[in-house]
């Protein structure tokens, strides 16, 4: 039996097909294989609950700070004292280290003024994240008897990092502004973080 075009015809569109399906084939079976080993890489149930956190602020005085933790980082709670405001508010921007707010989750160059760094009607709360971008420590400053450096701010001990009363980098080795979170004021004295 002789076979005729149309006979080969169909065969090359059925082994097409049978490439085709056996390559779609491959690729899905190797993307649910993937998919667990991708899966894992998320954050668990314990650290997503941490994403966001409400901090009650009420009992800072001014001129006092905590530190709360907050998706395993040290973050500084200050309330400013009217001269510490006034303070920052008076330095020039141009003239800084950093010229430039580090908003967490941001990639806008903001300038680092205090009314960038704090929020509006809130210019007496500081909340930044406590670790110096020079090599990771955690500057001295929210103790009462911490050094504070001649800003009045944050000191970080390990490598003379100087950082003013809203965190901005003012000498030192330390090369960016601490970063602030994302937060905002949910009552008239407590924070969510996240």
Same mark, same amino acid.
């Given at each position: 039996m002789n076979a005729t075009v149309e006979d080969i015809e169909g065969d090359?569109?059925?082994?097409? *097909?049978?490439?085709?399906?056996?390559? @779609? *084939?491959? @690729?899905?079976?190797?993307?649910? @294989?993937?998919?667990? *080993?991708?899966?894992?890489?998320?954050?668990? &149930?314990?650290t997503m609950s941490l994403s966001t956190i409400?901090?009650?602020?009420?009992?800072?005085?001014?001129g006092q700070a905590i530190t709360v933790l907050w998706r395993g980082m040290p973050i500084f709670v200050r309330n400013l004292t009217?001269?510490?405001i006034g303070k &920052?508010?008076?330095?020039?921007? &141009?003239?800084?280290?950093?010229?430039?707010?580090?908003?967490? +989750?941001?990639? &806008?160059?903001i300038p680092a003024s205090a009314a960038n760094i704090t929020k509006p009607g809130k210019e007496n709360w500081l909340i930044a994240v406590g670790i110096c971008t020079h090599l990771g420590c955690v500057p001295k400053g929210q103790s009462?008897?911490?050094?504070?450096g001649p800003y009045g701010g944050y000191f970080c001990v390990?490598?003379?990092?100087?950082?003013?009363t /809203?965190?901005?980098?003012?000498? +030192?080795?330390?090369?960016?502004? /601490?970063?602030?979170?994302?937060?905002e004021f949910?009552?008239?004295?407590?924070?969510? /973080?996240?």
């Open positions: 090359v569109s059925r082994r097409d *097909f049978i490439y085709l399906a056996t390559g @779609a *084939f491959a @690729a899905v079976g190797g993307a649910v @294989a993937l998919w667990p *080993f991708i899966d894992q890489m998320n954050p668990d &149930a314990s409400e901090v009650d602020i009420s009992p800072v005085q001014t009217p001269e510490e &920052a508010k008076a330095v020039d921007v &141009a003239d800084l280290k950093d010229p430039v707010a580090r908003l967490l +989750g941001s990639t &806008a160059e009462p008897g911490d050094p504070r390990c490598h003379g990092s100087i950082y003013d /809203l965190g901005r980098v003012r000498g +030192g080795p330390a090369p960016r502004n /601490l970063d602030i979170p994302p937060y949910t009552g008239e004295a407590k924070i969510k /973080l996240g």
